[in-house]
């Protein structure tokens, strides 16, 4: 897929992947298993600066969404179907 689409594609993904863990290390206080949870909630509080950084990703996140979406429409989708 990396051939078809280029490096750059790879980058974004592996982008997209640290911006999903700093999500969860400000919801849960560290980027594999969260130690905030507790029965009815989380015991930490995000931050206004946490919730505009989250929006901000949130974003980003959308528009790798479309990206992605394009890539799915442009190369997975151009493959002539193989049982005709």
């Known amino acids: 897929m990396i051939q078809k689409v280029g490096l750059d594609a790879g980058r ?3 982008q997209q992947r640290a911006a999903g863990q700093r999500i969860i290390e400000i919801i849960g206080g560290k980027k594999v298993h969260p130690v905030t949870a507790i029965p009815g909630g989380m015991s930490k509080r995000v931050t206004p600066a946490e919730q505009e950084e989250m ?3 949130g974003r980003q996140m959308v528009e790798f969404a ?3 979406i394009g890539v799915f429409d442009q ?3 151009a493959i002539p179907p193989t049982w005709n």
Request: proline share 0%; glycine share 0%; no cysteine.
């Open 75 to 77: 190369v997975v989708l």
């Open 66 to 68: 479309k990206f992605t």
């Open 55 to 57: 929006k901000e990703i």
């Open 12 to 14: 974004k993904v592996i």
